[in-house]
Structures are given as structure tokens and as C-alpha cells.
Nanobody, 121 residues
Framework: QVQLVESGGGLVQAGGSLRLSCAAS????????MAWYRQAPGKQRELLAV???????NYADSVKGRFTISRDDVKNTVYLQMNSLKPEDTAVYYC???????????????WGQGTQVTVSS
């Protein structure tokens, strides 16, 4: 059974930092892209950061320079270091992982359960 278990969310004051983790288990195919999204109340889910299997990264303008995505392929874990947090960063944060069956070329997409991040002013 595939599981993406997130941790590290919580309540922090503006200007503070948090580090989110997402550990994937039960995935038997090659993990390619890993990413973080967030969704604030009444808003659409927003892509924040992406990291590919070769370590290339991309960020949304809203978090560029403040957030850093990284991964540990031995642990099948993706991280999001969040610095200089703002009240508008308050949302539920979700990790996302893609894995590909290299025999059939089928792509599988997995989501974490979400972790709440609240930034107080």
C-alpha cells in the first residue's frame, strides 16, 4: 500500500521558519518528480515547488527565495524548508510524487494527506 506521510506543519509567527517532510513508502516504481502544493480556504490548490529526479528545482514566484525543496532518494523523502513565513502562507500543504513503471511506461501519481501551516501576524 502506497503512503505519503507528511510532518512538520504547525503554528509559527510571521518571519519564522518551518520544515515540512513527506516520506513515501510502498512505491515500487522509479520515483520521478516530487513536489509541494498548498491550498488556502476558498482558493485553488497552488503548485509551490518541484524537484525532478536529477535534482532540478522550480518555484512559484510567491515562494521563490523563501522556500527550498530538497529530496533524499535513499529515504524516498521530500522536504520543504520554509523561511520568512508570512500570514498569507497559511494553508494546508500537500506533497505530491510521481512514479513510473519503466516497463509499461505507466505514470502513477500520489498525494499526501496534507499538513496545516498557520502563520500568525
Amino acid at each position: 500500500q502506497v503512503q505519503l506521510v507528511e510532518s512538520g506543519g504547525g503554528l509559527v509567527q510571521a518571519g519564522g521558519s518551518l520544515r515540512l517532510s513527506c516520506a513515501a513508502s510502498g512505491i515500487i516504481f522509479s520515483i520521478n518528480t516530487m513536489a509541494w502544493y498548498r491550498q488556502a480556504p476558498g482558493k485553488q490548490r497552488e503548485l509551490l515547488a518541484v524537484i525532478t529526479s536529477d535534482g532540478s528545482t522550480n518555484y512559484a514566484d510567491s515562494v521563490k527565495g523563501r522556500f527550498t525543496i530538497s529530496r533524499d532518494d535513499v529515504k524516498n523523502t521530500v522536504y520543504l524548508q520554509m523561511n520568512s513565513l508570512k500570514p498569507e502562507d497559511t494553508a494546508v500543504y500537500y506533497c505530491y510524487t510521481e512514479a513510473r513503471n519503466r516497463v509499461t511506461n505507466n505514470l502513477y501519481k500520489y498525494w499526501g494527506q496534507g499538513t496545516q501551516v498557520t502563520v500568525s501576524s
